[in-house]
């Protein structure tokens, strides 16, 4: 069984026209929607939807719904692509290559946001909405905003499609699910109103109203019932007098009676405190005419016919609902004193009340082909960007009406995200405060970096004023260049989105690091024409040295956390060492004299000893130290607790030979020293800046952080390993330093 995508917000997406399946159907809307059928006709025969609906019912319902609200034929053409998706392995490769890529990016859409619907519908369940829960309902309508303003079919497609589930479950007489049925009359009934779409708007308010509170319901319908003869009676006898009226003063007009829907008298009898009998408007009338002149001479002739109600006038021409909606209202009095509620409005004006943005939508794609006066493809793109600019204007009103309890008012749920246009209309999320360098970021990271100046809605502005909802925003900027470091300052104003500000600073970070490389290459290639090495290839050079690359040496050479000596040492040829067996044939054959020896070592009855200093253990002055006679590179200098040492000494004890000492001069020697501290910015640089106060030179430093922990080893010269101790118990105290040892 199949998840009715009737009942389950895409991400963020590009913004797709309602009118380019017209387009790409050239014209052929009604072939479109014949073939749409006739393609998903095998695919939903037999299926049924988690609801328990029929799919293909389902389709054709929806299909049915849209024509009300005067969507075209390749918008419900749509409707039928989207639930064949369902069944298809690869539905967005399929119906791309059948019928366009506008109607594969609607089926990818609406199927994503049917998911996230019916996800968040779970996790709320059938309880009462307590925080965390009316936390997830803004969530989820925060989805819908998104979805909705960037692809306006979806709109249409999510109101038809509860709306027909819902009237499977009255059909069925099946119990609705408590969730979905709070979910229609929460978030798409007040969608619906806010669009102006009048016709689904009040049926998913009656059918919700139904499910969630049926005693309620019940006995509204048993109100009407019990004096609806006697009503239709009394309102078809005030028709037939305003029409004859209305035509005595030569005014074209269609009367009509007007049904009340019972959820808006329950709502009326339950905010003003009641009695069905003192509902004014259960008896009420529509009149519709053909110009805004004819409305008002209208509301004069029913004002000389019958006593008038003045606080229950309201002339919304004049001054429009925020969903566009134009009309005038009036209560009158009949001869016995009962209400009657009149609106008189224009065909145009009845349109828009009746399918709200759908009707416009729909002149736009007859627009696209050439009728409703519009012929020039730009007046169509120009128009079409301006119905989505109103669609959002409308859902950000809706949203700010969301209002927390307690909350001062206008405070919308929403206050933290601003949403503003580009000059083709697309809509960019941007949060609260942020300005056109925000902006110019969020298109492209370039052109925030070449971002010099911003036209909002057409007049120059500064980069550091914040932009608000529903302005149009045109970036400024200079063929090359990058950003200012003023932007980083938070008191000037110009940033406010943190993915903004990594932005820039990534930018000043990577210039940092081109002047430290360059800086490094400089000092090498000196160096390398000092020695008279210029033919050294580089990248070789580094690797000898223990880098990935010359640009890794570079960077520590021009950070001054490497020493040029090592590359000096490198490159110098050392000298030849005596034999190993020819040192035990000296030492053998000499006395116990002590000469010294270079680096600042006694070797015990040799003169003019080549010694080195084991890398294993770096000794140091005071350490206790014992030489070992290797073989070609005279005598191993190592500590005496080092393992590897004491490991030699056991296979070939004749080759340990007596070491001390001697007056060190100026000699310095290697210690490794392991660091380990949690991972902060600018660690390194505190470490090395101590051991530079201290007058140790750092000549090799190694360092990885894994899991929020930073490993540093550290090679630094000393002449004295007991002065070492003071400087790593200081090391220690550097901030988020947990241990600083002698390797």
């Not at 490769?93 to 968040?120: C, D, F, N, P």
Request: some cysteine; proline content about 4%.
């Amino acid at each position: 069984m199949k998840t009715a995508l009737a009942e389950s917000a895409p991400n963020a997406a590009p913004i797709v026209l309602l009118a380019a399946g017209a387009a790409e159907g050239s014209g052929r809307d009604d072939d479109v929607l014949a073939r749409a059928r006739a393609f998903a006709a095998p695919l939903l025969a037999g299926e049924r939807f988690d609801t328990g609906e029929d799919a293909l019912a389902h389709a054709d319902g929806v299909a049915a719904i849209l024509q009300a609200v005067g969507a075209a034929p390749s918008m419900r053409a749509a409707a039928y692509l989207v639930y064949a998706g369902d069944f298809l392995t690869r539905p967005e490769e399929v119906i791309a290559k059948a019928y366009g890529e506008s109607y594969a990016s609607l089926v990818t859409h609406t199927r994503k946001l049917v998911q996230a619907q019916r996800t968040a519908r779970e996790a709320l369940g059938d309880a009462l909405l307590d925080a965390a829960q009316q936390a997830a309902q803004v969530e989820r309508v925060r989805k819908m905003l998104l979805a909705f303003s960037r692809d306006l079919r979806v709109v249409l497609l999510r109101l038809a499609s509860r709306l027909q589930t819902l009237r499977h479950y009255a059909a069925s007489r099946q119990p609705c699910p408590q969730a979905l049925a709070r979910e229609s009359m929460q978030v798409f009934a007040p969608l619906a109103n806010r669009l102006g779409i009048w016709q689904i708007k009040w049926e998913l308010e009656d059918l919700a109203f139904r499910f969630q509170q049926p005693e309620d319901y019940k006995r509204v319908a048993r109100l009407l019932d019990e004096k609806r003869v006697e009503r239709e009676q009394g309102v078809e006898a005030v028709r037939d007098r305003l029409a004859a009226a209305l035509t005595g003063a030569g005014l074209h007009a269609e009367v009509q009676g007007r049904p009340k829907h019972l959820y808006s008298i329950w709502k009326k009898m339950q905010g003003k405190q009641l009695n069905f009998e003192q509902v004014l408007d259960v008896r009420a009338l529509r009149v519709i005419v053909d110009d805004v002149p004819a409305c008002y001479a209208a509301l004069g002739r029913a004002h000389e016919l019958w006593r008038s109600l003045p606080e229950e006038f309201d002339d919304y021409i004049a001054r429009p609902k925020a969903n566009g909606y134009q009309s005038l209202h009036t209560v009158v009095f009949d001869e016995q004193g009962r209400s009657l509620e009149i609106q008189i409005r224009t065909r145009a004006m009845h349109d828009h009340a009746e399918s709200g943005i759908a009707a416009h939508w729909a002149y736009k794609e007859a627009g696209a082909r050439g009728y409703a006066g519009v012929a020039a493809a730009g007046d169509f793109e120009e128009q079409v960007a301006q119905a989505r600019k109103a669609v959002l204007r409308q859902l950000l009103a809706w949203e700010r009406e969301l209002v927390e309890p307690g909350a001062a008012a206008g405070q919308g749920l929403f206050d933290d995200r601003i949403y503003v246009f580009t000059p083709q209309a697309a809509i960019i999320e941007l949060p609260a405060g942020a300005t056109a360098v925000d902006f110019a970021y969020s298109l492209h990271t370039d052109l925030g970096h070449r971002c010099r100046g911003a036209r909002v809605d057409g007049a120059m502005v500064t980069l550091s004023t914040p932009l608000q909802s529903g302005q149009t925003v045109e970036i400024v900027s200079a063929k090359e260049g990058g950003p200012s470091l003023d932007w980083l300052n938070a008191e000037l104003g110009y940033l406010r989105s943190s993915r903004a500000k990594a932005k820039v600073r990534a930018w000043f970070n990577a210039l940092a690091q081109a002047q430290t490389v360059a800086r490094g290459r400089e000092a090498v290639e000196k160096l390398l024409q000092r020695e008279g090495r210029t033919s050294v290839k580089l990248d070789e050079l580094a690797e000898r040295l223990g880098f990935r690359d010359a640009e890794a040496l570079f960077e520590v050479v021009g950070k001054d956390e490497f020493s040029l000596r090592h590359i000096e040492a490198l490159l110098r040829p050392a000298e030849p060492p005596p034999d190993a067996d020819e040192l035990l044939a000296q030492r053998l054959s000499r006395g116990a004299t002590a000469a010294p020896a270079r680096g600042g070592v006694l070797v015990v009855g040799v003169e003019s000893l080549l010694t080195s200093m084991a890398r294993c253990c770096k000794p140091a002055p005071p350490d206790a130290i014992g030489g070992y006679v290797t073989r070609g590179k005279g005598v191993a200098i190592h500590r005496r607790d080092c393992a590897n040492f004491r490991q030699m000494a056991g296979r070939a004890p004749e080759r340990v030979i007596a070491v001390a000492w001697g007056r060190a001069g100026d000699a310095v020697y290697p210690v490794d020293v392991i660091v380990e501290a949690a991972d902060r910015q600018g660690l390194l640089r505190d470490i090395s800046e101590l051991f530079a106060k201290e007058k140790m030179n750092v000549v090799g430093v190694q360092s990885q952080s894994l899991r929020g922990t930073a490993s540093m080893a550290f090679t630094v010269e000393v002449n004295d390993s007991a002065r070492l101790q003071s400087v790593l118990a200081a090391v220690c105290r550097i901030d988020g330093v947990r241990s600083a040892r002698r390797r």
